[in-house]
């Protein structure tokens, strides 16, 4: 990711309504999971620590590792400071040291070995414990924000059941995400498209609307939460794996 992203990131993460959206999908993913509080959980690629603020509140310990020196500094300007600088391709922790592992937007980089790098997830997973992956969708959604953040790949739900497997770990729920949203951003990452797709310095579609137009859209991914609780949404932009280590 460009250095410039980390910085951005950090400061939309806790307003942005896409961001919020997402931690309280994630939240219901752990309850779901019902890892012991007292369990230790990992942030694998934890960027800049809105969702460690996250793991922190639900279990006793949390840590959190990331690739690049500058989201880490960023991360630990939020007092996150079990957090250190690693490559989820080769984690440097002992097998089965966490309950709960979560790996949010970091499998579509070039950087990642997709099979390498679940496969350390399962490694430091303990026995019953529980992996939560979130992948962006749809490989025809690639754009000037998957430049900026150095993306090179999307899934379908497919895809993701096939590629992000591993020994040891069952997919107990391969689901979409923010598929009610999916025609307005598509309509907008086209449209910008237009403008940014031969862009020398590339940009990512991180920034806060105005306060009225965020509120709608995080109202429109509450209800969405609510109605992907009675079904399941046949497309959208995210796609969340929730795994279970056997």
């Known amino acids: 990711m460009e250095d410039a992203e980390y910085r951005r990131m950090f400061e939309v993460e806790d307003r942005l309504w896409w961001y919020r959206g997402l931690r309280a999908y994630l939240a219901e993913a752990i ?3 019902r890892v012991p509080a007292g369990a230790r959980a990992l942030d694998a690629g934890c960027g800049t620590g809105a969702n460690l603020v996250l793991l922190a509140g639900a279990f006793a310990r949390a840590a959190g590792c990331d690739l690049a020196p500058r989201a880490v500094a960023l991360a630990r300007a ?4 079990r957090t250190l600088v690693a490559d989820v391709n080769a984690l440097p922790f002992r097998d089965g040291a966490f309950g709960c592992v979560l790996c949010a937007d970091v499998f579509e980089s070039a950087e990642i070995d997709e099979r390498r790098a679940l496969a ?10 529980t992996v939560l992956v979130t992948v962006a969708a749809y490989q025809w959604l690639l754009s000037e924000h998957d430049r900026a953040v150095h993306s090179v790949r999307r899934y379908t739900r497919g895809r993701a059941r096939s590629a992000l497997s591993a020994p040891g770990l069952r997919a107990e729920r391969v689901r979409y995400l923010f598929g009610t949203l999916l025609l307005p951003i598509v309509a907008f990452r086209l449209l910008r498209g237009l ?3 031969h862009a020398a310095d590339p940009r990512s579609d991180l920034f806060v609307p105005p306060a009225p137009v965020n509120a709608l859209l995080a109202g429109i991914v509450s209800l969405e939460r609510a109605l992907a609780r009675v079904i399941a949404l046949p497309f959208g932009t995210t796609l969340l794996l929730e795994l ?3």
């Open 244 to 246: 279970r280590r056997g």
């Open 31 to 33: 309850a779901r999971a």
């Open 120 to 129: 350390e997830l399962a490694r430091v997973t303990a026995s019953g414990g």
């Open 78 to 81: 939020r007092g996150l400071q």
């Open 195 to 197: 403008v940014g797709r």
